[in-house]
């Protein structure tokens, strides 16, 4: 087996070895496979099924995350598949209805250390996911699982973000062999990027689509003050006025501009206009970190870590007005409130119901992964079986 350019063989190691056609196409094709990745289709990202034309599922969206770690990872020598799978990989963890589903499992699981997300995906890769050499998790190879991991700690005093339970501290152990303590991996700091603009941008396209934002938002001057002080309090560390002149740059797009003066309408010069602007957003927060990167790293191939990658603060910005721009116009919607607060109830509903009458495991962590890793169709219709007759949730 040749290691792939950039990697060594402690990179390609698996917790338990095995005769390797090629390391991450064996790793990629085995997150594929499974029942973990398929289930995203039927979890939300941002808008419900229903609202909207086809509104992007956490699939759609790992897809397109994978796709931007390609485009941000190639040029500066990661490996492809490596990238790519860190991106369809990243959101295994997610539960039934996206977010607002993690903020309820969290508080179910507070007494054996909480739920979050990231440190589910950790769990399902190495101990979850039956892989086809017998044994629990796929075994994907050290680089691969380091690459998905965005959070490389456990949870800590006052954490909103860990990536290890507790109780799986073994893998995370061994996968964190040589790595720098709390060091995002390069790898992995690509996919987290490509994350942050396929959230920025395609929920921005997917809101315009559904109507529930019009185009003249986002080149408002009166709206920017509000949504540069919401940004800076959740989604960056910047000033208000960098956030603000963000806010400018993006209104003074051409795409963007045109949009905002004609209006979305659902015509195929709207549709146009609207896939102008998400493909001149996309292109130019990907192009900046690369161009970045590679000024300060020089040509040679970047992989693990060896570099880190170089996002502009102007960029961070950028993407930190998109989503504040959701945040604001379509998550604090009050009708979407009163919806996401039912789906909390359901969730805090079926965790009741189990307990009494557990699926497979009797351990209060075995229950929150089974919860987790239900389809949202699958949550209403257990929902439905275990309490009959008690107030449900109308899917698209």
Not at 318 to 334: C, G, R, S
Request: aromatic residues 4%; proline residues 6%.
């Amino acid at each position: 087996m040749t290691a792939p350019g950039g990697y060594d063989a402690a990179d390609l190691e698996r917790h338990r070895q095995e005769e390797d056609r090629s390391p991450f196409a064996v790793d990629r094709a085995r997150i594929v496979r499974s029942v973990a990745w398929r289930s995203l289709s039927d979890k939300t990202q941002v808008l419900d099924r229903g609202e909207g034309p086809a509104p992007r599922a956490r699939l759609t969206h790992s897809l397109e995350v994978a796709h931007l770690a390609h485009a941000i990872g190639t040029p500066l020598g990661a490996d492809p598949l490596l990238l790519e799978l860190a991106g369809l990989a990243h959101d295994l963890g997610h539960p039934p209805f996206g977010h607002n589903g993690e903020r309820a499992l969290h508080t179910l699981a507070e007494p054996v250390g909480g739920f979050e997300g990231n440190a589910q995906t950790f769990r399902i890769l190495t101990r979850l996911e039956p892989g086809p050499t017998g044994t629990e998790g796929l075994n994907l190879t050290r680089a691969a699982l380091d690459a998905t991991c965005k959070y490389p700690w456990p949870r800590m005093a006052g954490s909103r973000k860990w990536g290890v339970y507790d109780d799986d501290t073994h893998h995370f152990t061994w996968m964190r062999l040589t790595a720098p303590e709390r060091q995002l991996c390069f790898e992995a700091q690509i996919m987290d990027w490509a994350d942050d603009v396929a959230s920025a941008v395609s929920d921005v396209d997917d809101a315009l689509r559904a109507r529930r934002l019009r185009p003249a938002v986002l080149a408002d001057r009166q709206e920017r003050a509000a949504l540069a002080d919401l940004a800076v309090g959740r989604f960056t560390s910047q000033s208000r006025d960098a956030v603000e002149e963000a806010a400018a740059r993006l209104a003074a797009m051409p795409a963007l501009a045109t949009l905002a003066a004609r209006g979305y309408d659902g015509t195929a010069g709207a549709r146009s206009c609207l896939a102008a602007l998400v493909e001149q957003l996309t292109s130019r927060l990907i192009r900046e970190a690369v161009v970045a990167t590679r000024t300060r790293y020089g040509e040679p191939a970047l992989t693990r870590y060896r570099a880190g990658l170089v996002v502009p603060d102007s960029a961070r910005a950028e993407a930190a007005y998109l989503k504040a721009v959701i945040l604001h116009h379509v998550l604090h919607d009050p009708m979407r409130r009163t919806r996401r607060g039912r789906q909390r109830e359901l969730l805090s509903e079926l965790h009741h119901a189990l307990r009494r009458r557990p699926p497979t495991s009797t351990t209060e962590r075995g229950l929150i992964d089974h919860i987790a890793s239900l389809t949202e169709h699958e949550a209403v219709a257990e929902h439905a079986r275990l309490l009959p007759g008690q107030k449900t949730i109308t899917l698209g």
